[in-house]
């Protein structure tokens, strides 16, 4: 018996089957073992979820949502409470960290992107640090989708910025209301437009004259903003200059800013036009460091002064510059206040220290 098997062992190693199921035999010995699929600390720990809940990889939402409320219901802390060992001789504490489990083993298989990556670290243990970034960037990420957030904050900002605004325009329309020189206007006005003409009123519909007042008021403002064209910080809103606007119409601007850009280079760089009125004002606000909001609130006056002293060109707006710088000089000189500072510098100081005996 025994020189028959040997006989088939000979037979087997000799043929060529037999060297193949040798060298299969030898590389299943020297391979690497591959890494444990399960690891501490990601998902259910060292338990497989579906071993946990008792379903198995093919279990559907249902199945699995079932199988969860059952053991949930088992071993649930409130029902372990006050108790030394539950039905199955659980305590307490083991009822609780058995709860955690199966919750945490339901967290994952019932979301379909989360399953999907479990089911994947089982099936490639071998990819250790992809598990580890999977599981953390679906834990860390945010529950609200960040567009949805983004959106809501610059809607909030915009209606914030938009009524801001018209508070700042009202307050310096009423400001304008108390100054003698254009309430006179808007009153002569309102009387030329008969808006002002007081008749007697009688009977029932006579009002007061607190009321009378307040319509006279309401009709100077309404003449101050129609006939005044308020400009800088405290001008009148308008909807396409609050932040959502900005945001949608910023692809515009930019397109009409390289559209004007490359227009400058072609008429003054390359043809060498001479500047017309406007590109003369735009060269001496940029020596100038001023937003178009701000130049604008300028007197016309001033603006004329620029252009018959051509500051755009540098060497006469550098001229001009030190002689403002000069002009502040000597009026900071004759200040009385700034007189009383120098003085306080010079005596007593922020560095000196002073006694004063009453």
């Known amino acids: 018996m025994r020189g028959a098997r040997a006989d088939m062992a000979a037979a087997l190693c000799g043929g060529a089957r037999g060297r193949l199921l040798w060298w299969l035999l030898a590389a299943a010995a ?38 969860y409320r059952q053991l949930a219901r088992q071993y649930h802390p409130d029902r372990h409470r006050g108790e030394p060992a539950g039905p199955g001789g659980e305590t307490l504490q083991t009822a609780h960290e058995k709860f955690l489990l ?30 580890y970034y999977h599981y953390y960037s679906r834990r860390l990420a945010p529950k609200v989708d960040v567009r949805i957030v983004i959106l809501v904050t610059v809607c909030a900002i915009s209606v914030f910025q938009f009524f801001s ?32 003409n007081r008749t007697k009123e009688k009977g029932k519909n006579r009002r007061s004259k607190e009321e009378i007042r307040e319509e006279e008021e309401e009709i100077i403002k309404d003449i101050i903003k129609n006939k005044i064209d308020i400009k800088g910080g405290y001008q009148k809103p308008k909807i396409y200059d609050i932040l959502l606007f900005q945001i949608l119409l910023a692809p515009f601007y930019l397109c009409k800013y390289i ?40 007197e016309d006056n001033q603006r004329k002064t620029f252009l018959e002293r ?21 009026k900071m000189a ?18 000196r220290l002073t006694f004063i005996d009453d």
């Open 30 to 67: 020297l391979a690497p073992r591959p890494a444990r699929a399960l690891i501490e600390g990601l998902y259910c720990g060292r338990q497989v979820c579906y071993d946990v809940l008792g379903v198995s990889r093919a279990a559907g939402k249902a199945e699995i949502a079932r199988a």
């Open 102 to 131: 199966i919750a945490t083993a339901y967290e994952t298989l019932k979301d379909e992107e989360t399953r999907k990556d479990y089911d994947y670290m089982l099936d490639h243990p071998e990819e250790y640090y992809s598990h």
């Open 165 to 196: 605004w018209w508070s700042s325009y009202n307050e310096a329309i009423n400001y304008l209301a108390t100054v003698p020189k254009y309430r006179i206007q808007a009153s002569e006005i309102a009387k030329q437009q008969g808006l002002l």
């Open 259 to 298: 559209a004007w850009y490359c227009w400058w280079i072609y008429c003054f760089n390359i043809k060498g036009q001479e500047y017309g009125e406007e590109e003369k004002l735009y060269i001496i606000r940029r020596y100038m460091k001023m937003s178009q909001s701000q130049f604008d609130t300028l």
């Open 310 to 330: 051509q500051l755009w060109i540098r060497e006469n707006y550098e001229v001009y510059k030190q002689e403002q710088e000069e002009e502040l000089k000597k």
């Open 334 to 351: 004759m200040d009385p206040r700034w007189k009383r500072y120098r003085r306080w510098m010079r005596n007593e100081g922020p560095g």
